[in-house]
Structure formats: structure tokens, C-alpha cells
């Protein structure tokens, strides 16, 4: 939950007295051992403005890999949860370059700041009149306003949106129970320009979708699903994958380019491909381009004679039917001490499995435990990173 901020405590925090007080503040180390010593120095200095220059500090620092360059930023706990990290909204940024756009749900202003970086024109509203506040002092560029979402107030613009999940809810994949709900948004500017950010969980066959699914993954964990507008789709484009690193590295895989793969026997590697390929719909796709083909037709893990560049392959050293037994003799005989447990489409906890191992060698390998068919098995793998 974290501290409830005010009007008043983003004004106090914007003034003079509030700037060297947080500059003060940030001199703590607020540390789990330091931090009662350190609030109770604070608070003799600074009294009742105690909690929110600590927040703030706190989630200044906390921010820092989520979102580089924002140490003068304001943040609630929860306002920092939703934002955007930096690499995803830039790289949505990218798409919207020289448009005018209107991010309707800009909160903090995560997703406004990035969008200033490439847009030709940027306004950012709100319910939340604290976060506004906030936005405006994180995105002094930006123009600022208190609007519902649901009802469009600007013209021509493109509508940026990053409906929230209800505060206190479960996690859920129904569009509707979103804040605001999903399917009155698209409503409500339709025949316009739209991108939504939404879960990647989210059931987008059940909305109807008529544009581009973008799924985003950054650093190799799957963090969204962007639903683009007809207008803003590629060409031919219905799902595209994106694959970002905080390197700075990407690439996209999309459902425009062509999905003819061999059926073969297992090649030299075994290939993981990345979550936002496989959630995407798009392994196919992914393998044409890289001269792979598929363990089974049903079975996300790609096989092949190389391994496609700043991917992870593991390097087939044996095939066995999948059993307890057999697989704990080859690991023995290939001298196996650690053992990552890779499992697709059978039901196996690596978990449970790895005790029952009794792993005692000296090597490293990688197991991945799949089915070809009916039939369970199991590839003794060294990795490459
Ligand atoms: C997930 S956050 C957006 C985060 C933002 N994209 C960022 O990166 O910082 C969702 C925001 O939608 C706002 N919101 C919820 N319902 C709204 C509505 N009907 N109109 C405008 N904003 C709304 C909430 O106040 C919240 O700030």
C-alpha cells in the first residue's frame, strides 16, 4: 500500500524546504539496520513531513532499475508497481514517433515520459489527482488534465491507455474487471487510433480483437501485451512478438512472415524459445526464420543444427524414454552433479524429481523432459549460455 500522499505533500515536496529536506533524507542510508536510528534522526529535523520524505527516498531508489533517470521523480508504492519500465514504454515510443498522443491513464507519467521522447505532442490525464501532480513534476513537458478515460477529450490524437488492475483485487484475466474495464475503452474510441497495455494472461480472443497483439518480453521474462488498432497494426500483422533486453537489445517476430518448418528427427540443439514468442502464438514463425523445426508439432521446444544468436541451446548428448530410472542411470553415467530440469508438456515437478536424481557426479547438465508424440522423453543436454 505505502504512504497516502497529498496535494499538500507533492506541493511541500516540490518547494525549496521540501527539496533540501528530501537531499537530507537521501544522505540516510535507510538501511533494515539503519532505518529506525535513521527516521528518528528525520524526524527530529523534519517532524511530521517524516513519512513522506522517507517514502519518497525509498521509492526513488527503488525505482532506479525499473525506471533509469528518474532520481528527481515523486512515486506512490502502488504508482510505481503499474509504471511501465523504462525499456517497454520506450520501445512502444518508438511506434508512436511524431504522432499526437494522449496517454489517458498517464498515472506518474512512466509511459508519458518515454512517449515525450518521440511523439510530436504529448498530454497525459488521470483520475488520480496526486498522481497528476506527480506527473506533472516528472514530465514537465507534458500537458496535464483530470479526465475519465471513458469520456475522449481530445480529437485526432492517438489514445495511449494502461487500464489497472482494482485495487485489493485477485489477479484476473477478465478484461472487464480492469480499471477502466477493457471492453468500454475500446468502445469509447473506436474507429480511432488505440494502443492498450494489457496482462499477457489476458483472454484476447474473448475481446474480438481486430488489430495487432504485440507480447513484450524484457530480459527474457514476458511483461505485457500491447493491443495495437487497426491503424497503428502492421502490415498483415494480427500477433507480433517482442523481445527486448535492458541492454538495449531487441527483435520482433510477427504472424506476416511465413511458418513453413520440416518435420524431422530432433537436430544437434534443443532450442527454449523466448516467452513472448510462445505466448504470441508464434514458435512457428520464429523457426522458419532460423532454419528450426519443432520436438512435436504440439510442443513449444525447437530443435536444430545451430542455434540462432544471443539464444540459449542446449547441446543434445543423449535421447532416452522418459523414466525415473533410466534417466537417473544416464545421469550417473554422464557424470552429472547439478542438473537444470527443463519440463514441456508432461507432468513433471523438477522438484520432486531432482532429490529422487541422487545426483553425485562433477558436470553441469541440462535434462529437458518433453513428449514426442505419446511418448515421454528426455534429452540429456549441456547448455550454452
Ligand atoms: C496502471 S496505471 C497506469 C500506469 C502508467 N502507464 C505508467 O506507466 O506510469 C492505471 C491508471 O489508470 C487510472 N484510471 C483508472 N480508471 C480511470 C479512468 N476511468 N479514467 C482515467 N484514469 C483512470 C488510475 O488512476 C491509474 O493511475
Not at 489527482?129 to 507534458?142: D, T
Not at 527486448?244 to 532450442?271: M, N, Y
Not at 513449444?300 to 537417473?328: C, H, M, N, W
Request: glycine residues 10%; charged residues 25%.
Amino acid at each position: 500500500m505505502g504512504y497516502a500522499f497529498t496535494a499538500g505533500d507533492v506541493e511541500f515536496l516540490q518547494s525549496p524546504d521540501g527539496a533540501a529536506a528530501l537531499a537530507e533524507v537521501d544522505g540516510f542510508a535507510l538501511t533494515t539496520s539503519t532505518r529506525l536510528a535513521d527516521i528518528g534522526r528525520a524526524r527530529t529535523r523534519f517532524g511530521s513531513h517524516v513519512a513522506l520524505l522517507v517514502e519518497t527516498v525509498l521509492l526513488r531508489r527503488k525505482a532506479a532499475a525499473k525506471l533509469p533517470g528518474t532520481e528527481n521523480w515523486f512515486f506512490t508504492d502502488d504508482a510505481l508497481q503499474q509504471a511501465t519500465p523504462r525499456a517497454v514504454a520506450a520501445h512502444r515510443a518508438t511506434r508512436l514517433k511524431d504522432r499526437h498522443v494522449h496517454d489517458v491513464t498517464c498515472s506518474i507519467g512512466a509511459e508519458l515520459d518515454a512517449v515525450a521522447g518521440t511523439a510530436a505532442t504529448v498530454i497525459g490525464s488521470d483520475l488520480d489527482p496526486v498522481r497528476l501532480l506527480m506527473a506533472q513534476h516528472n514530465v514537465p513537458g507534458a500537458a496535464v488534465l483530470r479526465a475519465d478515460a471513458l469520456v475522449p477529450c481530445t480529437r485526432g490524437t492517438v489514445v495511449l491507455a494502461d487500464p489497472a488492475r482494482r485495487s485489493g483485487g485477485r489477479r484476473t484475466h477478465d478484461p472487464a474487471a480492469l480499471e477502466p474495464p477493457l471492453p468500454d475503452l475500446i468502445d469509447a474510441y473506436r474507429g480511432r487510433d488505440l494502443a492498450v497495455k494489457c496482462a499477457p494472461g489476458l483472454d484476447f480472443d474473448r475481446l474480438g480483437w481486430d488489430g495487432e497483439v504485440e507480447v513484450v518480453s524484457l530480459d527474457g521474462g514476458v511483461r505485457e501485451a500491447c493491443l495495437w488498432s487497426p491503424g497503428l497494426s502492421g502490415a498483415g500483422v494480427t500477433r507480433r512478438a517482442s523481445v527486448l533486453g535492458s541492454d538495449g537489445t531487441a527483435w520482433t517476430v510477427t504472424d506476416a512472415e511465413d511458418d513453413d518448418i520440416p518435420e524431422r528427427a530432433p537436430g544437434e540443439w534443443i532450442i527454449d524459445p523466448d516467452g513472448a514468442v510462445v505466448r504470441a502464438g508464434l514458435v512457428r514463425h520464429y523457426a522458419a526464420r532460423h532454419g528450426l523445426w519443432q520436438l512435436d508439432p504440439r510442443i513449444a521446444y525447437l530443435t536444430g543444427d545451430s542455434v540462432p544468436d544471443g539464444v540459449r541451446g542446449f547441446r543434445i548428448l543423449e535421447q532416452v524414454k522418459y523414466s525415473e530410472k533410466s534417466l537417473r542411470q544416464e545421469l550417473a553415467r554422464h557424470d552429472c552433479g547439478v542438473a537444470e530440469i527443463l519440463v514441456r508438456g508432461v507432468d513433471v515437478d523438477p522438484a520432486v524429481l531432482r532429490p529422487k536424481l541422487k545426483l553425485r557426479g562433477s558436470r553441469s547438465l541440462s535434462v529437458v523432459i518433453t513428449r514426442i508424440g505419446r511418448a515421454g522423453v528426455v534429452f540429456i543436454c549441456a547448455s550454452r549460455p
